[in-house]
């Protein structure tokens, strides 16, 4: 079970992240970090355990309202040790090529930003490349080609719930499970509704490799002794 922390910038700083709502996003308040610097807060962060991955959303990216590569820069210089999952809303195969050759980490595509199955037929095979179908309720977000076509689909796959995100609803297990039987032997990450431990270890029982984390970290419910059982 692979636990990855995620990291929400807008503004270039860290933000809440609930249900979804990105228009009501606010630069984060959290025990971990004294600012919402995303420094402050990956640091913070891994004061609870040593997280060897982070999973980074460009809000104003995948928007189409500026960026946050400036502090994504600054995070990948200041953790070399780190992996950086962004999701940055790149739709065009030219873009995410020269992003995967800025060698800045593993290039998330977000279904909801995809305009159809193109860019990720041409880089499914990539290793660098992870796949987030997104879903807000039962309704999948993207073209519906993708969701169709697991050829396209690369090794990672993210099931992000949109609805569930800082909402500590719980995962949505039948989604999961879904996908889990739909991807031919992929790996499929749970993002969103993660609670505490009990739900990472109800999702490793039943064969997801890992999950995204981030209210959990931040409330205190999900602590560094319990991940690290969990970890692979």
């Known amino acids: 079970m692979q ?6 910038l807008k503004g270039g700083v860290v933000v809440h ?7 009501q996003y606010r630069p984060i308040k959290t025990p971990l970090s004294p600012t919402s610097n995303p420094i402050d807060v990956a640091r913070g962060v891994l004061s609870v355990y040593p997280f060897s991955s982070f999973y980074v959303a460009d809000i104003d990216a995948i928007a189409g309202e500026g960026n946050n590569d400036a502090a994504l820069a600054e995070l990948v210089a200041e953790f070399s040790d780190s992996t950086f999952w962004v999701d940055n809303g790149i739709t065009e195969w030219a873009s995410a090529q020269r992003w995967l050759d800025a060698d800045l980490g593993d290039l998330v595509l977000g279904s909801e930003t995809q305009r159809d199955d193109a860019v990720l037929s041409r880089l499914c095979k990539d290793d660098r490349v992870i796949l987030s179908l997104d879903f807000r309720g039962d309704v999948f977000i993207g073209p519906a080609g993708l969701l ?3 050829d396209a689909w ?6 992000m719930t949109l609805a ?12 999961l499970e879904t996908l889990k039987n739909a991807c031919g032997g992929r790996h499929v990450f749970a993002a969103g509704g993660v609670r505490h431990a009990d739900d990472l270890s109800a999702l490793a029982d039943r064969g997801i490799a890992g999950a995204l984390v981030a209210s959990c970290l931040h409330s205190g419910t999900l602590a560094g002794a319990q991940i690290a059982r969990l970890q692979t």
């Open 3 to 8: 636990v990855v922390p995620v990291l929400d």
């Open 17 to 23: 992240a609930r249900m979804g709502q990105r228009d």
């Open 148 to 150: 169709g076509n697991v």
């Open 154 to 159: 690369p090794s990672r796959v993210i099931a």
């Open 164 to 175: 569930r995100v800082g909402g500590a609803m719980g995962p949505d297990w039948g989604l």
